[in-house]
């Protein structure tokens, strides 16, 4: 048991832990429908990269990157999302029907393959752990600086817009990891309901983060049991669990505002 | 010098019309120079020409070389359910983390559960000790009560020496701080 669900477990724990704080940054831009965006694109990268036989992660990395910096172009916002999502969803769909493993692949990306993921879905998701600590800090005050101050010169204006890029490229890798391991919806749901409570009871910056990845590694720990005990399968279950446990804390816990 | 101003015409971001100006000006260090006149005048546009983000049409604006800015936007309200302290809002800023009472009695407090007029002081106070020579102030004292009023002189009083300061207001009490000299917008736009 523990051979057969170990790394999957590991890789998923990863993944319940970074995507929250994507979640966090993206509210604080106002931008978290992206994760769902974003989700989308990857899964089409992903299914693109398998049906010309090659590894998902690459092809879904690439795709994500690209539907991130799609942000910078002018005009671009919650629109340019929602046409990435239908654009994401149609070209999954489609490249599925239309190659020979069809059906398998969509339902891989977009349900999640959690209990197949091996060594290289762990050590990609160790990796965006390592590389989420190193960059909290400098991407954290990035995101606030932008979100609450206006940027005074150039010079500032050019400081932040690069490490925006930055956070955009380390953003799109962990949603287009988050989308291979766990699927989809579950990527979105980690991203959006965590930070979802935690804007809306944490005291201040620090403890919303705190507080999303404890939401995010609770409900995946909840689920992960739920799933192998209940015989369900492991994306809907995680979804389920995440959103009776971020609507009921905002349901007892009062409004720090 | 730390800005110079000469005969400056500016417009609205994105826009090439109403013109303002021209307008001149300069700031040197440890100066508070007063930039008057009605509201509607173009004193905001004028901000954003200095920090880039307005056209200049004519005319030169000069910074200092190493000159780093400030700007201290009017006040307004942030959106609900933003989990950012007072000591969360100084770190992001890199603004001296320890502003005097009752500024500091404020910090544990979310930005989102401030009244306007706390969140108003604290945006000056970070403007003012944030690394930067050069500080731009707009309306600074617009919907502040009295004593709000009385502290945000206090800050400008006791500010960092050295810095200079461009302020924007038609706020007679602030204007009579003691500003080095006051420019007047010109009338009308064209």
Redesign the interface.
Known sequence: MTELFGLPFLTGLAMAGLLPIAGVWLRLRGEWLAALAVAHIAGAGGVVALALALPALPGALFAAVLGMLGRHLPGAGNSAYGWLILAGWAATLLIAANSPLGETLARQVIEGQLYFTGALELGAAAALVALTLALRRRIDRNELATRLLPAPDPGERFRRRRIALASDVLLAAVLAAGTLSIGLMATFALVFLPAWTAFRQAGDWRRAGRQAVGIGVVGYLAAFALALALDQPFAPVLVATLLVLASGIRLIAPRRA | MLLDLRKVVTAPPGASTPRIGPVSLSVDAGEMVALTGPNGAGKSTLLAAI??RAPILSGTCR?AAGT????V?QAHR????????G???L???GADPHPPAPLNDWL?R????MSGGQRQLLRVW?GLTAP?ELV?LDEPSNNLDAAARARLHQLLRERPPHRGLLLVSHDPELLALGCDRQVAMPEGRT
């Open positions: 920090t880039g910074l780093r800015v400030q700007l936007e942030p959106d609900r359910d933003l989990p950012v302290s000591h969360d809002f770190a992001a800023a544990d979310r930005l989102d559960a970070a930067g731009l």
